[in-house]
């Protein structure tokens, strides 16, 4: 087996149709994005609000355009509940995954996040007390357990806006939780939350699951951090495109998943304004740039 067989490239269809900013490319129809997605060559596409709800009716879409379930995010809440509340809230959604195939379960912590709030980013939540941080990671850890028993691991995903967002807590919630729980990379906000994508992923690769390839524009960070915008005006100003189309290093990033023995996805996931990024020649961008760096690494 290649490295170009471990990785499979999908695509979020947030680059067609944003589920926090309808405004984005709200009118967008779910069979233009797996239409447009499929004949780019993406192999599969994570979920978002405009699939079916019934995992059997999404397993029928999906296979007649010949598509894969990627996975799905989830809206968790262990910051504030307990494990047994979760796993009963998780019920549906985890069908949904384990029906389709799913190896991976995306977890977004949204228990006082403000990603989608009209506060500034550096008002979000943080965890100030050891106490706190191994409290959170024992809970993590027992939910994450329960996904493995289900065939499906926790791929936590650090997010601005969140108790997780910076490198330091990234190192922190590593510390604090078991090897149950994974870690979904995510290069644009490990980059937009203080840090250097590829160092991060270097410290942290034993434990990456699912890595979300995005791209950042340095210029429009500063100027979110310095005029104090909120996440979802930073989105809205261009804080993020596709793999290609910023400064992230990403020949590194694909070299140290190969060096590492990564298997599984590399997922174009870039928030941006369809009518200032077209969708579908982002999407396409997106595609060549990870294919060439994927086939690239197969020369190493």
Same mark, same amino acid.
């Given at each position: ?25 709200? /009118? ?16 599969? %596409? ?5 699939? +079916? ?57 949204? =228990? ?14 943080? %965890? ?36 997780? /967002?910076? +490198? ?37 690769? =034993? ?32 804080? %993020? ?5 910023? =400064?992230?290093? %990403? ?22 304004? +369809? ?26």
């Amino acid at each position: 087996m290649s490295f170009a067989d471990d990785v499979k490239i999908g695509i979020n269809p947030i680059s067609w149709s944003n589920d926090d900013l309808p405004s984005l490319g709200g /009118e967008t129809p779910l069979a233009t994005a797996l239409g447009e997605g499929r004949a780019i060559g993406y192999r599969g %596409f994570e979920l978002g609000n405009k699939f +079916p709800a019934d995992p059997e009716e999404l397993r029928r879409l999906m296979a007649g355009y010949g598509l894969e379930v990627v996975s799905g995010w989830y809206s968790g809440r262990l910051a504030r509940r307990s494990v047994e509340e979760e796993t009963i809230a998780v019920a549906a959604h985890l069908r949904k995954l384990t029906v389709n195939g799913c190896r991976v379960m995306v977890y977004g912590e949204v =228990a006082d996040a403000i990603q989608g709030e009209p506060q500034a980013l550096h008002r979000r939540p943080r %965890f100030v007390e050891d106490a706190a941080w191994r409290a959170y990671g024992e809970r993590l850890t027992r939910f994450g357990r329960y996904l493995l028993d289900h065939g499906v691991r926790l791929a936590y995903h650090h997010h601005m806006g969140a108790y997780v /967002e910076s +490198p330091a807590d990234i190192d922190r919630l590593m510390a604090a939780t078991g090897e149950e729980v994974g870690l979904l990379f995510d290069t644009g906000h490990a980059t937009f939350g203080g840090g250097d994508a590829v160092e991060i992923l270097q410290r942290h690769i =034993a434990r990456v699951c699912h890595v979300h390839c995005k791209d950042v524009r340095p210029a429009v960070v500063r100027l979110a951090r310095n005029r104090q915008w909120t996440f979802l005006q930073s989105v809205v100003n261009g804080v %993020f495109t596709v793999p290609g189309d910023g =400064a992230i290093d %990403f020949a590194s990033v694909i070299r140290i998943l190969r060096q590492h023995g990564y298997k599984g996805w590399l997922v174009v996931e870039a928030e941006q304004d +369809p009518a200032v990024a077209p969708s579908f020649a982002f999407a396409r961008k997106g595609f060549r740039t990870l294919d060439a760096l994927v086939r690239a690494e197969l020369q190493a």
